[in-house]
């Protein structure tokens, strides 16, 4: 997704991993925002041990990439439910809800008079969803979200929680982006999360975390969930670091990996704590390599994981 765009940006016309001392650098220059990242630093570097939000690493999914042209149209023809995982008999996030959203749909493409009606985000109107972006070599995002959801939410169901996808490949098209909040809305989530790659231009590289900001206009209301949202996308933003060893991006948000927006409907419409994730810069050559790997994927999924899993342990 495009940091300037819609919720959900198109693909664009083209337009390095952190060490310990910039985790120190980060923490110490903006304490407000990232005060528990000099604790990550302080224990060890990117994808060790130690922290008290560190969970046990579980081996990588096996779960498919993408859903593709088999997509099939649910009853009723425009939504489907959203696709849970059973929960595991116990574990530390047992009875905890995690509604899990990966961006774009792989079928968007082929529907684009859907696609880009709009719809109410409490604020304005804005496109139901867009395709998404992709690598120079093809490689989509909503590839990307779906498989790192996949990995996120068979990490999380192994701790005991049950996990909910917004979609699985598994409709024609969409959610848009206020079924999005809905679906979170409706499973009375204790926390979610939709996962994005953005679009930038070449030489932009690191993630971001996209905090909610206070809204209160029309159907949005964000108040009461700004601050527990910027509670867990810190957590994720400092997990996410340590164990992939990505830095947090140059371009947006002041090296600090938090941005706050008011514009994103998946946010202003969502009543449970909420926040986005561009897990990196998909047209920056050295971030689109990073994304394509199953082995870093799966990283980034634990590190979304982790950053989950202390925000429901409080």
């Not at 574990?91 to 880009?116: A, S």
């Not at 985000?121 to 972006?133: F, L, N």
């Not at 959801?149 to 979609?167: F, I, N, P, S």
Request: net charge neutral.
């Amino acid at each position: 997704m495009s940091y300037t765009g819609p919720d959900f940006d198109p693909p664009r016309p083209r337009r390095s991993p952190l060490r310990r001392t910039l985790t120190v650098a980060l923490a110490a220059l903006v304490p407000g925002a990232l005060l528990g990242w000099g604790v990550y630093a302080a224990v060890g570097g990117p994808g060790d041990g130690g922290g008290e939000e560190r969970t046990a690493p579980v081996p990588s999914s096996s779960a498919p990439a993408a859903g593709g042209d088999d997509a099939k149209e649910p009853a009723g023809g425009a939504s489907s439910p959203a696709t849970a995982s059973a929960p595991a008999v116990s574990g530390p996030l047992k009875g905890k809800v995690v509604v899990v959203d990966p961006g774009h749909n792989p079928g968007n493409f082929r529907y684009p008079d859907e696609i880009n009606r709009t719809v109410d985000v409490g604020t304005h109107h804005k496109e139901c969803d867009t395709t998404g972006t992709s690598t120079d070599a093809g490689y989509t995002e909503a590839a990307f979200t779906l498989d790192v959801a996949h990995r996120l939410r068979d990490l999380l169901a192994r701790q005991g929680a049950t996990v909910k996808l917004t979609q699985d490949g598994d409709r024609p098209y969409g959610p848009c982006v206020d079924e999005r909040a809905r679906i979170g809305n409706e499973a009375r989530a204790d926390a979610a999360v939709s996962i994005h790659a953005d679009g930038s231009a070449a030489g932009n590289r690191g993630f971001h975390v996209i905090l909610p900001g206070a809204v209160h206009a029309g159907a949005a209301d964000t108040r009461a969930v700004a601050g527990p949202s910027r509670d867990l996308g810190e957590r994720i933003a400092g997990r996410f670091l340590r164990v992939t060893g990505s830095a947090p991006a140059g371009y947006v948000g002041g090296g600090t990996g938090l941005v706050t927006r008011t514009d994103l409907g998946g946010l202003n419409l969502s009543k449970v704590p909420k926040v986005f994730i561009e897990c990196g810069n998909m047209r920056d050559g050295q971030d689109a390599a990073l994304l394509t790997s199953g082995a870093w994927r799966q990283k980034a999924a634990q590190g979304i994981a982790e950053g989950i899993a202390g925000f429901l342990r409080g």
